[in-house]
């Protein structure tokens, strides 16, 4: 999920009337239960295709590829389509567009159980048409979603307001798909699909909680930003390019995730539940990096969330080779190892996005996460990950060519952040 617009630029839909301020408690209503929905496509899928369909490693990574890149255009070019479609028909608001995505979203997702109950002969085909076109329809509405929603967020709030609703945004939607990994365990393994179905169901209740939010966002209010340090630019500069990296390292171990569990012997039961633990460790360093202040205008802190980060996403990746098992048995050695390399991501993953969201707030320029471009550098993020997985496996099995290939390709874009950071560094 991309970082919050605190600028006038950012809003998919801009504001063309004085509208109220949308209630705080009802922005996060909908994010916790709108952010349960993406994590089912964004982080779930996998598990689903790997149950329901017998997906592969593979096979996942060429979903998480297909659906990832689909975020692409959406998030560059549904904005300012959007804003000219609001402008020429008075008729349609923020609101009315944001229902008909919920609306849709709830109608798409009923596809796969539909088709795997009702197709007859050709449900599997049937039903893997059903789950890509449902990937496809929910990555794209997310391009759309969750920019309107975050205009609501910071619609007529600044400063401290601001800041305190992002934060409390933070942990409501990153507290949701820990919850949506635990709730997926019992029906994983006999109704996959249903899982899905009851997601449409819920985009319905949110639809109902929309329809209580203004006509559209609030007018943003230029806010005269507090003097920060000079380093505050520089290491925003480098925190951009590792959320990116984090988004790509993401994007590469969850669709193998159901393989690697699957390798550690591990029943489906506890596949989602394990998997969740870097997103556990992550609400919690959230809220930690929320409270305390010590790491701010340090550089120590990129470069222990990229260490942390890269050390976990490696253990993670070969942790079924350490170990032994045994026919009905668990790699207990292993399991271990993957929770601890989970845990580290999660930390990792935690420090690179809230160092990424300060800077940008603290610093407060207008082309810092302006909203598609910024949304589109995520949607790169699922797209990379997923083709270094592809590669690294063509390059070398066991894992070891997909460490290797995705290390080069985040060392080389932290790299470059480094580069440019040192460029303004000089020129100042």
Request: charged fraction near 10%.
């Given at each position: 999920?991309?970082?919050?617009?605190?600028?006038?630029?950012?809003?998919?839909?801009?504001?063309?009337?004085?509208?109220?301020?949308?209630?705080?408690?009802?922005?996060?209503?909908?994010?916790?239960?709108?952010?349960?929905?993406?994590?089912?496509?964004?982080?779930?899928?996998?598990?689903?295709?790997?149950?329901?369909?017998?997906?592969?490693?593979t096979q996942n990574l060429v979903l998480g590829l297909v659906i990832g890149a689909t975020y692409i255009p959406f998030a560059l070019f549904s904005g300012p389509m959007l804003r000219k479609l609001v402008r020429r028909n008075p008729g349609i608001t923020t609101r009315r567009v944001l229902l008909g995505i919920m609306l849709l979203l709830s109608v798409v997702a009923q596809g796969p159980l539909l088709a795997d109950r009702f197709g007859g002969?050709?449900?599997?085909?049937?039903?893997?048409?059903?789950?890509?076109?449902?990937?496809?329809?929910?990555?794209?509405?997310?391009?759309?979603?969750?920019?309107?929603?975050?205009?609501?967020?910071?619609?007529?709030?600044?400063?401290?307001?601001?800041?305190?609703?992002?934060?409390?945004?933070?942990?409501?939607?990153?507290?949701?798909?820990?919850?949506?990994?635990?709730?997926?365990?019992?029906?994983l393994e006999r109704q996959p699909f249903l899982i899905v179905s009851l997601l449409g169901g819920l985009h319905i209740v949110i639809a109902l909680f929309v329809s209580q939010l203004p006509d559209d966002p609030a007018k943003h209010l230029d806010e005269a930003h507090e003097p920060h340090p000079a380093v505050y630019v520089p290491l925003l500069k480098v925190f951009r390019m590792m959320l990116i990296a984090s988004y790509v390292i993401l994007?590469?171990?969850?669709?193998?995730?159901?393989?690697?569990?699957?390798?550690?012997?591990?029943?489906?039961?506890?596949?989602?539940?394990?998997?969740?633990?870097?997103?556990?460790?992550?609400?919690?360093?959230?809220?930690?990096?929320?409270?305390?202040?010590?790491?701010?205008?340090?550089?120590?802190?990129?470069?222990?969330?990229?260490?942390?980060?890269?050390?976990?996403?490696?253990?993670?990746?070969?942790?079924?080779?350490?170990?032994?098992?045994?026919?009905?048995?668990?790699?207990?050695?292993?399991?271990?190892?993957?929770?601890?390399?989970?845990?580290?991501?999660?930390?990792?993953?935690?420090?690179?996005?809230?160092?990424?969201?300060?800077?940008?707030?603290?610093?407060?320029?207008?082309?810092?996460?302006?909203?598609?471009?910024?949304?589109?550098?995520?949607?790169?993020?699922?797209?990379?990950?997923?083709?270094?997985?592809?590669?690294?496996?063509?390059?070398?099995?066991?894992?070891?060519?997909?460490?290797?290939?995705?290390?080069?390709?985040?060392?080389?874009?932290?790299?470059?952040?480094?580069?440019?950071?040192?460029?303004?560094?000089?020129?100042?």
């Amino acid at each position: 999920m991309a970082i919050p617009p605190t600028n006038p630029e950012v809003p998919v839909i801009e504001a063309v009337k004085t509208t109220r301020v949308a209630y705080l408690w009802r922005v996060l209503l909908i994010t916790f239960m709108g952010s349960m929905g993406t994590a089912v496509v964004t982080n779930g899928i996998a598990f689903i295709a790997d149950q329901g369909l017998g997906y592969s490693g593979t096979q996942n990574l060429v979903l998480g590829l297909v659906i990832g890149a689909t975020y692409i255009p959406f998030a560059l070019f549904s904005g300012p389509m959007l804003r000219k479609l609001v402008r020429r028909n008075p008729g349609i608001t923020t609101r009315r567009v944001l229902l008909g995505i919920m609306l849709l979203l709830s109608v798409v997702a009923q596809g796969p159980l539909l088709a795997d109950r009702f197709g007859g002969a050709n449900a599997p085909m049937l039903t893997e048409a059903a789950l890509w076109l449902m990937g496809l329809v929910f990555m794209g509405a997310t391009g759309v979603q969750w920019p309107i929603v975050e205009a609501y967020l910071s619609g007529g709030r600044r400063s401290v307001d601001l800041r305190k609703a992002i934060g409390k945004f933070n942990i409501v939607w990153s507290s949701a798909i820990v919850l949506v990994y635990w709730m997926m365990a019992p029906l994983l393994e006999r109704q996959p699909f249903l899982i899905v179905s009851l997601l449409g169901g819920l985009h319905i209740v949110i639809a109902l909680f929309v329809s209580q939010l203004p006509d559209d966002p609030a007018k943003h209010l230029d806010e005269a930003h507090e003097p920060h340090p000079a380093v505050y630019v520089p290491l925003l500069k480098v925190f951009r390019m590792m959320l990116i990296a984090s988004y790509v390292i993401l994007s590469v171990m969850i669709p193998l995730m159901p393989s690697i569990e699957s390798k550690l012997g591990l029943a489906e039961l506890w596949w989602t539940p394990i998997a969740s633990t870097w997103l556990t460790v992550r609400v919690i360093f959230f809220v930690v990096f929320e409270r305390w202040h010590g790491w701010h205008g340090r550089w120590w802190t990129p470069w222990f969330g990229m260490g942390a980060m890269m050390l976990g996403f490696a253990l993670a990746m070969v942790s079924p080779n350490i170990g032994t098992i045994e026919a009905g048995s668990v790699n207990v050695m292993g399991v271990v190892l993957l929770v601890a390399g989970l845990s580290l991501a999660g930390v990792g993953i935690a420090a690179t996005y809230y160092g990424a969201l300060y800077y940008a707030m603290a610093v407060g320029n207008a082309d810092v996460d302006a909203g598609g471009k910024h949304e589109a550098f995520i949607g790169v993020g699922y797209t990379v990950g997923p083709l270094c997985g592809l590669f690294g496996g063509m390059v070398w099995a066991g894992g070891a060519g997909v460490i290797a290939v995705t290390s080069v390709v985040v060392l080389t874009m932290v790299g470059v952040a480094i580069v440019n950071a040192r460029k303004h560094t000089k020129s100042v």
